[in-house]
């Protein structure tokens, strides 16, 4: 006699329940366990603001390179160090944004 929340495991035929995601048995995978939809919206979150930093470091380093072409030795030295430190708070933020975005990420995956 089956009870409804019981199926058979496809590889051991043991009775599992049907809100298992592996077998106890044999420890076959019965379903994979899905992200929840503040879950998906973290990795999407995640995946988009690693996209926008590189497009935005991308960018700005390329366009400092154009405009710094026709300045004098001080000038080019100056848009130099500016370029620099820019890009180099850019890259703390996405360090720390990265960092906090992927422990969210973690913390909503699928159990």
Same mark, same amino acid.
Request: glycine residues 12%; hydrophobic residues 50%; aromatic residues 8%.
């Given at each position: 006699?089956?009870?409804?929340?019981?199926?058979?495991?496809?590889?051991?035929?043991?009775?599992?329940?049907?809100?298992?995601?592996?077998?106890?048995?044999?420890?076959?995978?019965?379903?994979?366990?899905?992200?929840?939809?503040?879950?998906?919206?973290?990795?999407?979150?995640?995946?988009?603001?690693?996209?926008?930093?590189?497009?935005? *470091?991308?960018? +700005?380093?390329?366009?400092? @390179?154009?405009?710094?072409?026709? $300045?004098? !030795? #001080?000038?080019?030295? &100056?848009?130099? *160090?500016?370029? +620099?430190?820019?890009?180099? @708070?850019?890259?703390?933020?996405? $360090?720390? !944004? #990265?960092?906090?975005? &992927?422990?969210?990420?973690?913390?909503?995956?699928?159990?």
């Amino acid at each position: 006699m089956s009870d409804i929340n019981l199926m058979n495991c496809p590889s051991c035929q043991k009775e599992v329940s049907k809100s298992a995601n592996n077998c106890p048995n044999c420890g076959e995978v019965l379903r994979k366990p899905k992200r929840g939809f503040f879950g998906k919206i973290v990795i999407w979150a995640f995946w988009g603001f690693n996209l926008l930093m590189v497009v935005w *470091i991308w960018g +700005g380093t390329q366009e400092a @390179l154009e405009t710094s072409e026709g $300045l004098s !030795g #001080a000038e080019a030295a &100056g848009a130099a *160090i500016g370029t +620099g430190i820019g890009v180099t @708070l850019l890259v703390l933020i996405w $360090l720390i !944004g #990265a960092i906090l975005l &992927g422990i969210m990420a973690l913390l909503t995956r699928a159990k």
